[in-house]
């Protein structure tokens, strides 16, 4: 009924078949790749792979984990050698839970939503921006030690609806090397603000 309906409002634009692209629903898992990148290679990079989103069907992340794949790493440099790209990247992918393959969605030219689990996880994306930008900052090495099972959850950013439907959740937030990032010891204001607002997205 979806794919009709849109069939019949594109009609109704003047667009013919022959003028759309249908991408078969791929089931499978999100991984995304991130990186600062100077002239096509990447200065600072890391991958990871969404435990849970919301919408459950598809959106943002409310919880992911650092995800090492020689295979999406290498896709994603190829990516971005080709488009010799300079500056910030985010390259979102879906995995196929059958075959395994890697289906490319989009990339997005930003800094990412997720940007806190490179920092807890040991990334060092400041460095490789100042580097980007031509300013020297020594203290800091390019090619510090990756956390590797480092993982992030944000409640207030509707993790906790999940917690809410699923209560078995739960007990996965006292794994270790899981941060709960609620921005109150952080950044009191910007946690209140987000918990002040979290029974309005509730609703």
């Not at 971005?80 to 992918?93: D, Q, T, Y």
């Not at 590797?148 to 917690?163: K, N």
């Amino acid at each position: 009924n979806d794919l009709n309906n849109a069939k019949k409002f594109f009609s109704n634009l003047n667009y013919s078949d022959n003028d759309l692209i249908l991408q078969e629903f791929i089931e499978g898992q999100s991984v995304g790749y991130f990186a600062i990148c100077e002239n096509g290679e990447p200065l600072a990079e890391y991958s990871h792979k969404r435990i849970r989103e919301w919408p459950k069907k598809g959106g943002y992340s409310t919880a992911c984990k650092i995800y090492n794949n020689s295979e999406l790493s290498l896709i994603s440099r190829k990516i971005i050698k080709s488009l010799n790209w300079h500056g910030p990247i985010m390259i979102e992918f879906k995995r196929d839970v059958i075959n395994g393959n890697f289906y490319f969605i989009e990339i997005n030219p930003k800094l990412w939503g997720s940007l806190e689990l490179g920092f807890v996880s040991g990334i060092n994306i400041l460095p490789a921006l100042f580097s980007l930008s031509g300013l020297n900052f020594s203290n800091e090495n390019l090619n510090s030690k990756l956390k590797v099972y480092t993982s992030i959850a944000w409640p207030f950013e509707g993790d906790a609806f999940h917690y809410l439907s699923h209560p078995n959740i739960m007990f996965s937030l006292f794994k270790k090397n899981l941060i709960i990032s609620t921005g109150l010891l952080r950044d009191p204001l910007y946690g209140l603000l987000k918990l002040a607002y979290f029974p309005i997205k509730f609703i």
